[in-house]
């Protein structure tokens, strides 16, 4: 079978899936499944037979984990969704993120309240990971406005990266085990102490394979005019790491907000990085004019990316997990917005298309060639 | 306190794939607490879709006994008479 490009988009209504072909010309949508229920985290497995999972976040009856084995034309409940023993204390509220482990079948999955999940069997049976759901610091983690959820997993071998609103950013060297609080240069600007040990907002995290030891971090930014105690925070929402999470410095110089949700590397250069600089207040882009800023050279220079975009009276967001990257040759990138646009950005984001234009508030999306 | 009466869950629609299609359950229980004890022994699928780990009734659910929502009466406290209909049923919600 030819290469085909697999999109799953999380909404506020369920999720759907399109397909195309890989010349990308046009794209066929199916769904939406779970209809009527938030969707907030998709994963494309392409481990062996392709798996498709989606979190099926239902308000009335819990939260289910929705996985198909036939490239999205139907999705079927998995035997069982994470949950926390019964004497935690503790309810779930959301699933935040789903994302493939080492052993086959193997899926990690993060939670609100911030908490991670394990399972071996592909979803059917979950097991809690104390080491960061019962870690010191997680009764002292702060919900953000969309809950205190970890809403990040980055696998490096032993290394576990991951993303807590508001937690901040905790790595872990023994493949899960224990975890660590690494937020040496991450900025909050929401607290008198502007770099504390824990509690930060970060909004994402990604590396790239041919770059061991780098991190991009999308932090929660929009503080250089703050006059209150510690002072303005200039640059504190667009990171980077050379140590493996250890520690991290601003890259956001060059970009006209420092706030922003996703942060994608490029699949074939560790160099390319790609961000959506939002107003902190509207939490849309600068000017309603939408626009993707990318660097080419590790957050050193950024260049803006409007081909196709409307010019102004654009006031979506673009939320943390709704943008995405294929790996073709050229690669192109895809975003959802909060209207329920979907955009396509062919030449590594050099021209942009809308692809669907009145889909429901769009959580999530991901993309794969399988 | 004599034999527990019994009483009939009523399961809506989406529901239902939780208890093999079951649009009803007959079970003998004292009070709403009692019957959703056996839901968690015996239907533990469509128990976990109307209380959460903890053991609470999730949040944008209400619980009717007969026409009264559980919530002016007793909560789940309410005593049960034999031939008494339990409902759960999602809280009004729309507009988006």
Redesign the interface.
């Known amino acids: 079978m030819a290469d085909r490009i697999i999109l799953t988009i999380g909404t506020?209504k369920g999720v759907f899936v399109a397909e195309a072909a890989k010349g990308r010309r046009s794209f066929a949508l199916r769904g939406p499944f779970g209809p009527g229920v938030p969707v907030y985290s998709t994963l494309i497995d392409t481990r062996g037979t392709p798996r498709l999972y989606a979190s099926s976040c239902n308000?009335?009856?819990?939260m289910k984990v929705l996985c198909s084995k036939d490239m999205g034309k139907s999705f079927k409940e998995t035997k069982s969704a994470p949950?926390?023993?019964?004497d935690?204390?503790?309810?779930?509220a959301n699933i935040w993120s789903l994302e493939a482990g080492a052993a086959k079948k193997e899926l990690w999955c993060g939670v609100e309240p911030a908490s991670l999940f394990r399972s071996h069997d592909g979803g059917d049976s979950w097991d809690m990971v104390p080491g960061i759901s019962n870690h010191e610091h997680a009764r002292k983690w702060h919900p953000g406005a969309g809950g205190m959820c970890m809403h990040t997993i980055v696998r490096d071998g032993d290394r576990v990266h991951l993303g807590i609103s508001t937690g901040g950013h905790y790595l872990s060297e023994d493949g899960g085990e224990t975890f660590q609080a690494s937020n040496k240069g991450v900025g909050a600007g929401f607290a008198p102490d502007p770099y504390p040990e824990f509690g930060q907002c970060v909004h994402k995290i990604a590396r790239h394979d041919e770059a061991p030891g780098r991190l991009y971090m999308q932090n929660h930014g929009g503080w250089a005019n703050w006059t209150g105690p510690g002072g303005p925070r200039p640059d504190i929402g667009v990171l980077r790491s050379d140590d493996y999470g250890h520690s991290w410095r601003s890259i956001a110089k060059g970009l006209p907000s420092d706030f922003g949700f996703p942060i994608v590397v490029h699949p074939h250069d560790a160099d390319t990085v790609y961000v959506v600089p939002l107003e902190p207040t509207t939490r849309s882009c600068p000017g309603s004019a939408p626009a993707v800023w990318r660097s080419e050279n590790g957050g050193a220079s950024w260049n803006r990316l409007a081909k196709g975009f409307p010019r102004k009276e654009s006031f979506f967001t673009v939320l943390r997990d709704a943008m995405d990257i294929d790996r073709l040759k050229t690669p192109a990138l895809y975003f959802g917005t909060t209207t329920g646009q979907l955009w396509i950005g062919r030449e590594g984001g050099e021209h942009w298309d809308c692809l669907f234009d009145s889909l429901p508030p769009i959580h999530n999306v991901k993309v794969a060639v399988v | 306190m004599g034999p527990a009466p019994i009483i009939t869950i009523h399961v809506p629609g989406?529901?239902r794939p939780y208890c093999g299609g079951a649009g009803q359950i007959s079970l003998a229980a004292h009070t709403v607490r009692a019957a959703l004890r056996d839901l968690e022994q015996n239907q533990f699928a469509l128990y976990?879709?109307?209380c959460?780990?903890?053991?609470?009734l999730?949040?944008?659910?209400n619980v009717y006994v007969n026409s009264d929502n559980v919530r002016d009466l007793e909560g789940i406290d309410t005593a049960l008479m034999a031939g008494d209909v339990v409902t759960f049923l999602?809280?009004v919600?729309g507009g988006?």
């Open positions: 506020r308000p009335f009856f819990g949950a926390f023993p019964k935690d204390g503790r309810a779930l | 989406p529901l976990r879709n109307v959460d780990e903890t053991g609470a999730r949040r944008h659910l999602p809280a919600s988006c």
